[in-house]
């Protein structure tokens, strides 16, 4: 979903927990971790009140998941200010349900290999550290 995507890319990966990366102009910042990170208006980190375990374990219907999603987004916005965000991660499997109920200042796309973006990713840098 970001190849040859200019400008600032925030991708962010929703499974156990929540991971970020970012690129600028094709390059991977280095360091950036935003899942963690205290959010001002929560109690906790951002990761605690998005991942898709948390939405297991409370028991969270995929609208009220989405709309804690959607205050995600907005923080990470303010953080990044991002050209694109691109979603990775097991909850990609529900993106039909929530992708209506999520919007931010960039344009938001499900990764293109949805559910198994990491599995491949990983594959690859394995490959070519072989």
């Known amino acids: 979903s970001s190849k040859n995507q200019n400008g600032t890319i925030l991708t962010v990966t929703i499974g156990t927990g929540?991971?970020?990366?970012?690129q600028n102009n094709g390059a991977m910042v280095p360091?950036?971790?935003?899942?963690?990170?205290?959010?001002p208006r929560l109690?906790?980190?951002l990761e605690s009140h998005i991942s898709a375990s948390t939405r297991s374990e409370e028991g969270l219907s995929i609208g009220e998941w989405a709309?804690?999603?959607?205050?995600?987004?907005?923080f990470l916005e303010r953080l990044t200010e991002p050209d694109l965000i691109v979603l990775?991660?097991?909850?990609?499997e529900h993106w039909s349900e929530f992708s209506d109920l999520i919007s931010g200042e960039a344009?938001?796309?499900p990764a293109?290999?949805?559910t198994e973006a990491g599995a491949l990713g990983a594959a690859?840098?394995?490959?070519k550290l072989c």
């Open 43 to 45: 109690d906790g980190s």
């Open 18 to 22: 929540i991971g970020t990366t970012i």
């Open 107 to 109: 344009q938001i796309k």
């Open 112 to 114: 293109r290999f949805g």
């Open 31 to 39: 360091n950036l971790e935003y899942g963690r990170e205290p959010h």
């Open 67 to 74: 709309n804690r999603f959607q205050e995600g987004i907005e």
């Open 124 to 127: 690859i840098a394995v490959s």
């Open 88 to 92: 990775y991660g097991g909850i990609m």
